[in-house]
């Protein structure tokens, strides 16, 4: 340290020193991410030849920092001097590779990649191919499983002798006796084959495809699933049924369930990938076998799938197919057990209706529609309501409203006042998708009714889906529809009802603007004030408040502060305080006047 102090120029790489062996792991850490700038202080190359050695060397640490040296290594071309001088960044980024910690192994691996870009040919072949070659014969699980991400970016790029020793050394690691390394190398088959030429994919790869499907562990053969797909799109189609669909119907059966997932989920990549015919062979089955499977995951990603599946079938045959072999299959699902199958259908079913046209839809989906309308779960409810919008596209508002609308309405007016909640909850997105006409003509009166519900949470939510359909229609709408009801009810023999009409005032106020709310909602408020009930008096205490701020300051001069004032001396303790505290929180914000100079 004495020789630091000597000479400024060694002063950086001092300092990180001293960071990096701090017992405080946060200052090691701003340290790592400071490393960019201490390799510009000590320029390029006393970055390779000082700095890089260090950070090779001597760094046994935190994950945490590990994690940060591995992505900073991989912007660091240029502090190095370049393209040129790149592979000094290998021997510190080859450590971190066999580290035990997978997170910092993954970004070091992301790093390499980045880096081999970078790399000449020749650079390639001496430096990085080489580096390749250690990581996948290292005699710890570590450095194989690394070794597995790197053989894509260097293959393309190398003499043939080099590429048939990559593709050795590839092969070996796919019959790895750790899972781990075969689990690496199965996920990175369907990459690997892309930048192969194609016999070598037919020689080599279909061989290792095959063996990594049918390993003893599933989450190697799960990970070979994904990697299937891929090699089907390299091949050509004559090629397809012998080599790679075998493998993949032997998937489709799997005995462990997370293969068999996999595939659903994977499914329509795979009919993509394969074409008209042999989907009509092959997938056709193994679709209906992946809808029924005794596995509720299963058959949540299968059911997710149903709606593409059918969509990408060869047109000439894809209603033949959807009403024999897939609505069958569909029809089960509707009452499945599992409310994550039955959901993920409600979120695709209502697509079919495009599809399979106006006849079918009215004869066969709309019954299922139904049962899942009234499913009990709201999930499964709202994924069908959500998407009726689709069927009205098919079939018409009117034909929707003779099927699907006794359904809604009766679960509004159900028993149980939680699914009337639901219902409620529903209406904006309903409104949405039937327009305003219709709303008017079938849903207003549904929505009135629920402002008198028995149960408070009902009121409050049937206020509040007044507000939202206000947004969705505008004020004119409001104005014509609403308000006039809403008002209406400041009359009724109820106070209960009388309150709701000012809870509505409330929530109503901002959406319909200034004009009505003066016009039309103030002088019912006003009116209220003298009402027999003290709960209603300061309740319209409060609504002067909460609509206070969308009235002009005339009006609130005029008209709201005689009645605060007389509502601030009234013999009910609680209609005293909330008037107080609305000339409080309104009139003296309005005039920036003290309480009682407006008192």
């Known amino acids: 340290m004495a020789g630091a102090e000597g000479d400024d120029s060694l002063y950086p790489i001092a300092v990180l ?38 950070l090779t060397d001597t760094i046994y640490d935190e994950d945490e920092v590990l994690l940060a040296l591995a992505e900073q290594l991989g912007s660091f071309t240029v502090l190095v001097g370049g393209p040129e001088f790149v592979h000094c960044l290998l021997p510190p980024l080859e450590s971190l590779a066999t580290v035990e910690e997978t997170v910092v192994r993954d970004k070091a691996v992301e790093s390499l990649r980045k880096i081999s870009q970078e790399h000449s040919p020749v650079d390639l072949e001496v430096h990085f191919v080489p580096l390749v070659k250690r990581l996948a014969s290292g005699d710890w699980f570590t450095s194989r499983t690394s070794a597995c991400g790197l053989f894509s970016v260097c293959y393309p790029h190398v003499s043939s002798t080099v590429k048939a020793e990559i593709r050795q050394h590839f092969r070996t ?54 990697s299937g797909v891929s090699i089907a799109t390299l091949l050509p189609q004559e090629d397809l049924e012998d080599l790679v669909m075998p493998t993949l119907r032997q998937a489709a059966e799997d005995k462990s369930w997370r293969v068999r997932y996999m595939v659903a989920d994977k499914f329509s990549e795979l009919q993509k990938a394969v074409g008209p015919e042999i989907t009509k062979n092959d997938l056709v089955p193994a679709f209906q076998n992946l809808l029924k499977d005794c596995e509720a995951e299963v058959r949540t990603a299968a059911a997710n799938k149903v709606k593409v599946f059918c969509e990408s079938l060869p047109e000439d045959s894809r209603e033949t197919i959807i009403m024999t072999h897939i609505l069958p299959c569909v029809k089960e699902l509707v009452s499945d057990t599992n409310q994550h199958v039955k959901s993920a259908l409600a979120s695709v079913i209502m697509g079919l209706s495009t599809i399979l046209g106006k006849d079918n839809t009215v004869e066969h989906l709309l019954p299922l529609f139904l049962v899942q309308l009234k499913d009990e779960y709201p999930e499964v409810r709202l994924n069908i309501i959500s998407n009726l919008d689709c069927v009205n596209e098919v079939i018409g508002i009117r034909q929707l409203s003779q099927s699907l609308l006794p359904a809604i309405v009766e679960l509004a007016e159900d028993a149980k006042w939680r699914v009337r909640l639901a219902i409620i909850e529903y209406m904006p997105l309903l409104a949405g998708q039937l327009g305003v006409e219709f709303f008017d003509e079938k849903l207003n009166s549904l929505c009135m009714a629920w402002l008198i519900d028995h149960v408070y949470a009902i009121r409050e939510a049937a206020t509040c889906n007044l507000m939202k359909l206000v947004e969705k229609f505008g004020a004119e709408w409001a104005q014509n529809t609403i308000v006039p009801k809403v008002l209406g009810m400041a009359n009724d023999s109820n106070y209960l009802h009388r309150m709701t009409t000012l809870f509505c005032i409330n929530a109503l106020s901002e959406v319909c603007g200034q004009e009505i709310t003066t016009k039309h909602m103030l002088p019912v408020v006003l009116k209220m004030s003298t009402d027999q009930v003290a709960n209603v008096r300061f309740n319209v205490a409060r609504c002067l408040q909460k609509i206070g701020p969308v009235l002009d300051s005339s009006a609130l001069q005029a008209e709201v502060k005689p009645v605060l004032e007389k509502l601030a001396t009234d013999q009910d303790m609680d209609v005293k305080y909330f008037a107080l505290d609305a000339i409080s929180g309104i009139l003296a914000g309005q005039n920036n006047l003290p309480i009682m100079m407006l008192l």
């Open 17 to 54: 020193i001293d960071e990096l062996r701090n017992e405080d792991v946060q200052l090691r850490l701003n340290s790592i991410k400071k490393l960019s700038t201490i390799a510009l202080a000590l320029e390029v190359e006393r970055t390779r030849t000082e700095l890089l050695p260090f």
């Open 173 to 226: 690691l796919c019959s790895d006796d750790t899972p781990m390394v075969r689990r690496a190398a199965s996920s990175k088959l369907g990459e690997f084959a892309k930048v192969l030429e194609l016999d070598y994919v037919k020689s080599d790869i279909i061989p290792l495809f095959t063996a990594l499907a049918s390993d003893e562990q599933d989450s190697v053969r799960l990970l070979a699933v994904e």
